[in-house]
């Protein structure tokens, strides 16, 4: 498909041709002094070398361009409408959905980038990200831009400042929102692309790429920033259990005023494909085993190891020991709606798995899962990554998995997780759980879990074959309070 032909005033087009001579002549003396390349226009891939304005026969871009603006802003009227049906019940309200008592979610937002204007200058270009319905769920889609291929290249650090951002929506949102690009210099008919990451965390991926146009002939697209600003932690019930060395004891079983040093299935998580079997130091006294669980000045030690011998559980030997203790018979640490709040320093070893995760009581599922560090995996970084899950369903059928895991140091600003101790936070209401890293939101979705009671679980596991040597596979836990509304 070939580019439509507008035509234009006689003074229009004689402007945009001396535009385009200037800016050229501009671009050979001037621009390796101009500005010097930001670290994300260095490492965005695809950037340019260079501000050369490509021949009109001597790409294809120039062809595709067009299918592909004509598709992005369809596609966007199309969304729009949409969301704008939806939104007319209630913005984010799921007060009429049909959870089925915790196995079933409402469907992802889906996430797309609209094209975009901006007039001669301007000093910021505003690109539409919208969602095509309200979202259950926060929904971060991280965007960067690149080059031009039209006519007229539109080139990071002479038309434009490169950006690499994250854009946020909680539950409640409006359903479309501006990125903004800092804008240098702004030529008619210049362009460049603003497009996605990757698909957005928490939801899925539409147009997932739209160019943005200096146009003098054009409304600029409008800035569309509101939202609601990210909630503080603040315990909204009754303190009814808080972590101290007489009140976190542990056993073999658990009881009231114990919690218990296994599963409420056993010792071992094969389903999980967990190579670690969970130790108890009076169970295993005689086994050679370091100690699973210690007190320090810290607080206390949750300690995963490399046996010195296997250790055998339901026929299966086990050659690592993890580490868990488990709620599910200790009643002080069991709520309904209320606040649970984990302050802990992470561990580092590959091939250690640790979390804090509720259960219900009635059983698995549902859960929900405060914070996970999937060491198992190669690209898991325990500084800067975290992990969210819901898991619904029942009678040990899993209906539907809804969570995220994000780079909460590139969006937050909050890492170091193995550094220094952090609180992880959970509030669990009957509109929404929400979840908090050192008392910021950073998670929200829709409950669908009604009525459900909760038990907590905090372990690290083992999911590995190999040496399980480096740096440190212990978690150490600061404090622990649980809250009651």
């Known amino acids: 498909m070939k580019k439509p032909f507008f035509p234009r005033s006689f003074p229009g087009a004689l402007f945009l041709c001396l535009s385009m001579l200037c800016v050229s002549a ?44 004509s598709a ?54 505003y690109v539409p990200v919208s969602l095509d319905r309200p979202t259950p769920n926060t929904v971060i889609a991280r965007v960067m831009t690149e080059d ?82 990210p909630r503080t932690f603040t315990p909204g019930g009754t303190l ?26 056993g010792r071992s998580q094969p389903g999980n494909q967990e190579t670690g079997i969970y130790l108890d130091g009076w169970v295993y006294r005689d ?29 299966v030997a086990y050659d690592y020991g993890s580490v868990v203790l488990s709620g599910h018979n200790t009643r002080p640490v069991q709520i309904g709606y209320g606040q649970y709040e984990f302050t802990a320093k992470m561990p580092d070893r590959r091939g250690s798995w640790p979390a804090f995760w509720l259960i219900s009581t009635a059983g698995w599922p549902p859960e929900i899962d405060i914070y996970e560090g999937f060491g198992y995996e190669s690209w898991w970084d325990f500084d800067r990554y975290t992990a969210n899950t819901l898991h619904g369903g029942a009678n040990i059928t899993r209906t539907f998995q809804q969570g995220i895991f994000m780079n909460t140091d590139e969006v937050y600003g909050i890492g170091g997780f193995t550094k220094g101790f952090h609180s992880f936070a959970v509030d669990i209401q009957p509109d929404y759980i929400t979840w908090f890293i050192d008392g910021r939101e950073t998670y929200q979705a829709v409950n669908p879990f009604a009525g459900f ?13 190999g040496a399980y040597a480096d740096g440190s596979g212990d978690m150490i836990v600061k404090d622990i309070k649980v809250y009651s509304n």
């Open 453 to 465: 009671r909760w038990y907590p679980i905090m372990d690290v596991a083992v999911k590995t074959t």
């Open 148 to 229: 031009g291929n039209g006519l007229v290249r539109g080139v990071a650090g002479v038309n434009y400042q490169p950006i690499y951002k994250s854009l946020i929506f909680r539950p409640g949102d409006p359903l479309t929102k501006t990125v903004e690009v800092p804008i240098i210099l702004g030529i008619p008919q210049a362009d460049f692309i603003v497009r996605f990451v990757e698909a957005p965390w928490g939801g899925r991926m539409g147009t997932d790429r739209a160019y943005v146009q200096c146009d003098f002939q054009k409304e600029p697209t409008p800035a569309q920033t509101q939202g609601r600003e």
């Open 287 to 315: 086994a050679g085993i370091e100690a699973p669980l210690r007190y320090t000045d810290q607080g206390l030690v949750m300690h995963s190891q490399k046996l010195r011998q296997p250790l055998e559980w339901d026929g």
């Open 240 to 265: 009814q259990w808080r972590m101290s060395r007489d009140t976190l004891k542990w056993s073999d079983a658990g009881h009231d005023k114990a919690w218990s040093t296994k599963l409420p299935n």
């Open 26 to 69: 501009w671009g050979l003396t001037s621009r390796a002094s101009f500005l010097q390349p930001s670290r994300s226009e260095t490492s965005a891939p695809g950037a340019a070398t260079g501000g050369q304005v490509p021949d009109a026969g001597s790409s294809m871009s120039d062809y595709m361009r067009p299918a592909i603006e």
């Open 72 to 125: 992005s802003a369809q596609r966007l009227a199309a969304e729009t409408a949409t969301a704008a049906s939806l939104s007319s019940a209630g913005m984010g309200d799921f007060a009429d959905f049909d959870f089925a008592n915790g196995t079933r979610y409402p469907e992802q937002a889906t996430a797309s980038i609209g094209p975009a204007t901006y007039r001669p200058g301007a000093t910021m270009a």
